[in-house]
């Protein structure tokens, strides 16, 4: 079953009246079956501002644009932790040749200064001798 399949499967069965939109109330409920409290207030609200055509509704495309962004939030946030790992100092924003060779020591990898920096320069976009966080979101994206 591929991932379309899955998605409008979920759809039918929180789609309680049929109808092909998902109330305020279903989504409520389907916010419930996962633990999460929604009162029919906020659940209005998710769903108006979710509703690509403004009825107020969520469709089975709003579902899916919902569950695939919610998708690429926790991959950036993923990548942002593995980010965090290789930077040189907390928080500095890149990762330079000293700070890849300490990270790739610590996984059982060794590797010189002078190669980090040829592995680092295929993926420096802008050629500072440095990886910042767009730069290995890309090269994560490439791999």
Known sequence: MDKQQQYKRVFTHLDKNGD???SPPELQVCMGKIGEELSLEEA???AELMASDGDGLLS????VKVVESANEDEKVNDLKMAFKM???VEG???ITPKSLRRMLSRLGESRTVEECELMIAK??????GVVDFDEFHHMMACS
């Open 44 to 46: 209005e609200m998710v």
């Open 86 to 88: 290789y930077e040189e």
């Open 123 to 128: 993926f420096d976009l802008d050629g500072n």
């Open 92 to 94: 500095c924003g890149c």
């Open 60 to 63: 089975f495309d709003d579902l």
């Open 20 to 22: 092909g939109k998902l």
